[in-house]
């Protein structure tokens, strides 16, 4: 079955306690990325990744990083998590060809930064 | 001005009514235009790309408008099941940068 699945699903967390969302895709996608969502701004992109050591920032970067060490994975890193960052995070992939557009996304990760 | 705008509603809709909502985009370049639905806090799903010419799915019917820069989806014989959240996605030309609108939220009532 195809999934991108996301670890933790929730996570209560402090001020500036280092932290990794994790983020898998069994469907062998190039593209990936990390997605907020707040109440009144929908989903906005943090980061993607066009294919393995390949990333780039999307529209609210600050205060993540990521990697793409495999294809498959992509995780999120908060390095000194700030309570700004409480939202709820979605992880996506898409593959290249027909139906390329077709974004995937995992079940979410709800994160609370108190 | 935002990339993406779409009315966050929510649209009262009766069962068995149509409801009718459009997402623009200001960018005249952008290429390819979905719609997605979300319901409550759970992860967005396709519900149908938007073709230049209007396409349909059954009680759904996307249209793409380019000199006014906006796509629709129209709902028939609206089902409780029908009440989520939609969101348009847009993509740039020649770019893999998409842009979700913030979502019009539709509640259908019996």
């Known amino acids: 079955e195809a999934q991108v699945t996301q670890n933790p699903r929730y996570l209560i967390t402090v001020t500036g306690k280092k932290l990794t969302v994790t983020c898998s895709q069994n469907?062998?996608?190039?593209?990936m990325s990390w997605y907020r969502q707040d109440p009144g701004l929908g989903l906005r992109q943090i980061y993607y990744?066009?294919?393995?050591?390949?990333?780039d920032k999307g529209d609210v970067p600050e205060g993540y990083k990521v990697s793409r060490k495999e294809k498959r994975n992509f995780p999120l890193i908060l390095e000194s998590p700030s309570p700004n960052q409480t939202s709820l995070y979605f992880c996506?992939?898409?593959?290249?060809?027909?139906?390329?557009?077709?974004?995937?996304f995992g079940e979410g990760s709800w994160l609370t930064v108190v | 001005r935002k990339e993406v705008e779409q009315d966050p509603g929510p649209f009262n809709v009766p069962e068995g009514a149509t409801v009718a909502f459009n997402c623009t985009y200001s960018?005249?370049?952008?290429?390819?235009f979905f719609w997605y639905r979300q319901d409550c806090r759970k992860e967005p799903k396709l519900l149908m790309s938007?073709?230049?010419s209007g396409n349909e799915d059954g009680r759904f019917t996307a249209q793409l408008n380019r000199a006014s820069q906006y796509i629709s989806l129209l709902i028939r014989d609206s089902k409780l099941s029908d009440s989520a959240t939609y969101l348009c996605?847009?993509?740039?030309?020649?770019?893999?940068?998409?842009?979700f609108g913030g979502g019009t939220r539709v509640l259908v009532k019996p």
């Open positions: 996506a992939s898409r593959g290249t060809g027909q139906g390329a557009y077709t974004i995937y």
């Open positions: 469907m062998n996608h190039e593209y």
């Open positions: 990744s066009m294919n393995v050591e390949v990333t």
């Open positions: 960018n005249s370049a952008s290429q390819s």
């Open positions: 938007v073709y230049s």
């Open positions: 996605v847009v993509i740039k030309a020649a770019g893999n940068k998409l842009t």
